[in-house]
C-alpha cells in the first residue's frame, strides 16, 4: 500500500522563524508551501521549493486568506470570483518559484480557516476547486477526508487526494475538533501514530468517541508548527513503513 506524508512548511516570515522545514524535508514526501498571505515571503517561498526539490519531495501550494497577523486562521467572507482570484493568485506565485528551480506544482492545499470553512460550506468548496481547476485541470487538490472540499474536486474534475491529520482529533461527523476544545491537538508521539494506524487499519476517520466513518484515505499531514514536529513524522514514517506500507510523493498516490 502507498501512501503520501506531508507537512506545512514556508511558514516562516521575515525576521520570523517558524518551524524546522530542513529537518521535516528528510521525513516527508510532499510540502505545502505557503503563499505569502498567512506566511511565507518571496525569500522563504524561493528557498523552501529549491530544498524540497533537493530532497525529492513534491511541491504544493498552500494559499490562505489574506491574514498575517493571524497566521491565516480567521474566518472571512469573499464573494467567490474575489477568492477564486486570491486562490489563483497565489498558486501562480508558487508556481513561479517552483519553475526558476527547474521544479513544478503538482498539487493545492488550502489552509487554516479557508480550508476548514470550505470543508463544510459547499459554495466556497466549490470556487476553491473553480480557481485549481482554472489554473491547471491537472492540479491535485489536497482535501480533508470527508469534507465539502472533497466533493467539490470531484464535481470539477480534479484528480482529489483525501487527506487526514496525524495530530488533530475528530468528531463524530468527521470533521477535525476546534483548537480550543480539550483534546484537539495530539502532542504525545505514541499517541499521534496510534492515532494514524488506528484510522489506516479500520479504513476510515476515527471519531474521539470512537467512531468509524469509512473513507479512501491518501495522504497524511504533519502541521510544521506543532511543537516536535520533526519526531512526530520520522516516528510516523517508520511505524508506516514497519507495516508495510510505501512512503511516496502525492503523484505517486493517485
Not at 491565516?72 to 508556481?95: C, D, F, H, S, W
Not at 470527508?146 to 470531484?154: M, V
Not at 499521534?192 to 499531514?221: E, N, T
Request: aromatic share 4%.
Amino acid at each position: 500500500m502507498k501512501i503520501n506524508l506531508n507537512a506545512d512548511l514556508g511558514e516562516s516570515f521575515g525576521a520570523w522563524k517558524m518551524g524546522e522545514d530542513d529537518a521535516l524535508l528528510q521525513v516527508v514526501r510532499s510540502a505545502n508551501i505557503a503563499c505569502g498571505f498567512h506566511a511565507g515571503d518571496p525569500l522563504v517561498m524561493r528557498n523552501t521549493v529549491r530544498t524540497a526539490l533537493a530532497a525529492g519531495v513534491s511541491l504544493g501550494a498552500h494559499p490562505s486568506y489574506p491574514d498575517l497577523q493571524g497566521f491565516g486562521r480567521r474566518p472571512m467572507k469573499m464573494a467567490p470570483n474575489e477568492l477564486e482570484a486570491m486562490v489563483i493568485y497565489q498558486v501562480g506565485a508558487l508556481a513561479g518559484m517552483a519553475a526558476a528551480e527547474g521544479g513544478r506544482v503538482t498539487h493545492v492545499k488550502p489552509h487554516g480557516a479557508l480550508n476548514n470553512q470550505a470543508c463544510e460550506d459547499a459554495a466556497l468548496a466549490d470556487a476553491v476547486a473553480r480557481a485549481v481547476r482554472a489554473i491547471d485541470p491537472g492540479l491535485i487538490l489536497l482535501a480533508p477526508v470527508l469534507s465539502e472540499l472533497y466533493k467539490a474536486g470531484e464535481r470539477a474534475g480534479l484528480r482529489v487526494a483525501a487527506e487526514i491529520f496525524a495530530d488533530r482529533a475528530y468528531t463524530d461527523a468527521g470533521m477535525l475538533v476546534p483548537r480550543g476544545q480539550p483534546g484537539a491537538v495530539i502532542h504525545d508521539h505514541d499517541e499521534l501514530v496510534a492515532h494514524v494506524l488506528r484510522m489506516l487499519d479500520a479504513g476510515g476517520v476515527v471519531s474521539q468517541g470512537g467512531k468509524v466513518l469509512p473513507a479512501v484515505m491518501h495522504s497524511i499531514c504533519v502541521h510544521g508548527d506543532t511543537p516536535g514536529a520533526v519526531d512526530n513524522a520520522r516516528r510516523l514514517r517508520a511505524a508506516l513503513e514497519a507495516g508495510g506500507r510505501e512512503v511516496v510523493g502525492l503523484p505517486d498516490v493517485l
